[in-house]
């Protein structure tokens, strides 16, 4: 069973959501998407500066395996997409919730409230019915 | 549910994650896959290829039979136990399967087929066994393992008793023998040297576990496919299919078209394109720019034309992407791919990307 932190949101496309104390949103993949991707050799993260809508393709994680969209979880405007993972994708690999973050977003006004993410709780339950 | 090979309760206990593979439940990996490509690469790795069907061809007529059914000519096949890797084709051409065809006496030839194409392959070869008098067996109480890596050959002669094991040793590249009750074979699909063993179904557990107790990495297809890619390898339905002739499908050194009274099932549809040319080849690609190839993205030709990427993948070794690509005969050394919407630029380069461990790209002494 793959590791899922309490403090955290996330989606049914396996990203997690820490918010910052500056209001900003860290975004990844979770330990279970990484895991059923394999070894990550190819991570490209957006631009600084580019504003994103909820549900948008918005970075590309690909394995050995298979290439994979990543979506932007609530709509607003990218601050950094991780520097460290252009040469080091396999850091998602190793650290999901941590140095593998993908990218950080200042969310535009309301984008925060009345969105749906999920609890740690929920997500669990969610890869229990995925059988993962 | 799909087909299981014997090994299957030991691949779930070793923790692999199982895909469908041509109708059977396969490892693909069992840890990291670029780890099990590495062990390949540096050590040796086990892969269980029980899934790929081994026929028996049985009779006074089998040669005559082969000369028939297979592009290559198994005349060149002059001691017992030397394999040739050949295109089985249809009367156009398309590749019905490939094989490798063992020649064991005058009385009994060995194929061994791809797991997908199992049924079509028998029902072909069963249409035009009669008239020879030739039977084909499936032996499907085998179990495959094949032992890979520079140091592959030695871990599995540990396998054997000390008179066997030397027997193993000896055996030349591309010659398989009865050894100790197992038909061990130098053979594999990876790039480097190493055994492909068929052995009796209740002999693989054991003999697995022994492998890993003696170092060797359980490895699965997910890194079978990356090492056979960087090896210059074809993989059936991938590179080609019935669809396409050997000659644009960089088979085109398996087929025999001497001695020209040989009637091999397809020549006729070849003849042309052995005369005219091929119009379309398979490449190698190597991606110069960031991003990962894979199979049906669009490879366009400056100053017209394109192709398509039939293979591709990270290659381990390389730490870039590679891939084989169908493109018009003729093009130039730059490309560039469709990748999600991107042109990125591609060189085209002479295959194997890799072989015994080691990177040929870039090198002036190329393979030939």
Redesign the interface.
């Known amino acids: 069973m793959s590791t899922v932190p309490a403090d955290l949101k996330y989606t049914s496309s396996h990203e997690w959501l820490r918010t910052l104390p500056d209001g900003t949103v860290e975004v990844g993949i979770t330990d279970h998407a990484q895991d059923a991707l394999g070894d990550l050799v190819f991570v490209e993260v957006p631009e600084a500066g580019r504003a994103v809508k909820v549900g948008e393709p918005c970075a590309v994680v690909e394995s050995v395996k298979a290439a994979s969209d990543v979506y932007a979880p609530l709509a607003g405007e990218v601050i950094a997409g991780n520097p460290k993972l252009k040469d080091e994708p396999e850091t998602i690999n190793t650290d999901p919730y941590g140095e593998g973050w993908l990218m950080r977003l200042r969310p535009a006004p309301g984008a925060l409230t009345g969105a749906a993410f999920m609890s740690a709780a929920d997500y669990r339950k969610l890869l229990e019915a995925e059988g993962g | 549910m799909g087909r299981q090979t014997p090994l299957f309760k030991l691949h779930q206990e070793l923790g692999a994650r199982i895909v469908d593979f041509g109708g059977w439940d396969m490892p693909?990996?069992y840890g990291?896959?670029?780890?099990e490509h590495h062990a390949v690469r540096r050590a040796a790795g086990v892969f269980d290829v029980s899934h790929m069907c081994v026929v028996d061809l049985r009779g006074a007529r089998v040669r005559a039979l082969l000369q028939r059914l297979l592009a290559n000519d198994v005349a060149k096949l002059k001691t017992p136990g030397k394999a040739l890797y050949s295109c089985m084709l249809n009367e156009r051409g398309g590749v019905i399967d490939d094989t490798i065809v063992y020649y064991l006496s005058d009385s009994w030839f060995r194929a061994v087929v791809n797991a997908g194409t199992r049924d079509k392959d028998l029902a072909w070869i069963r249409r035009h066994a009669p008239a020879s008098g030739v039977e084909a067996t499936e032996r499907t109480d085998l179990a495959m393992l094949a032992i890979q890596g520079p140091e592959g050959r030695a871990k599995a002669a540990q396998l054997l008793s000390a008179a066997d094991a030397g027997a193993a040793l000896a055996l030349p590249t591309f010659v398989g023998r009865e050894i100790g009750g197992w038909f061990v074979a130098r053979t594999g699909y990876t790039g480097e040297d190493g055994f492909e063993i068929m052995m009796p179904a209740a002999d693989a557990v054991p003999a697995w576990r022994r492998l890993n107790s003696f170092g060797v990495a359980s490895c699965g297809l997910?890194a079978r496919d990356?090492l056979r890619l960087e090896a210059g390898m074809n993989l059936y339905g991938n590179d080609m299919d019935e669809s396409t002739q050997p000659f644009e499908s960089g088979l085109g050194w398996t087929v025999a078209m001497e001695p020209r009274e040989r009637a091999f099932i397809g020549r006729e549809a070849l003849e042309p394109i052995v005369r005219g040319g091929s119009p379309r080849q398979l490449v190698g690609l190597l991606l110069t720019d960031?991003?990962?190839l894979?199979s049906h993205q669009r490879v366009l030709i400056p100053g017209g034309g394109e192709g398509e990427i039939t293979s591709g993948?990270?290659s381990?070794t390389l730490e870039r992407?590679i891939a084989f690509a169908r493109i018009p005969a003729g093009a130039g050394a730059a490309v560039q791919v469709d990748v999600?919407g991107k042109l990125l630029n591609a060189r085209v380069v002479k295959l194997p990307f890799v072989r015994f461990g080691q990177s040929l790209i870039g090198s002036s002494k190329g393979p030939s």
């Open positions: 693909v990996q990291s896959q670029i780890g997910g990356t960031r991003g990962v894979r993948t990270f381990p992407s999600r």
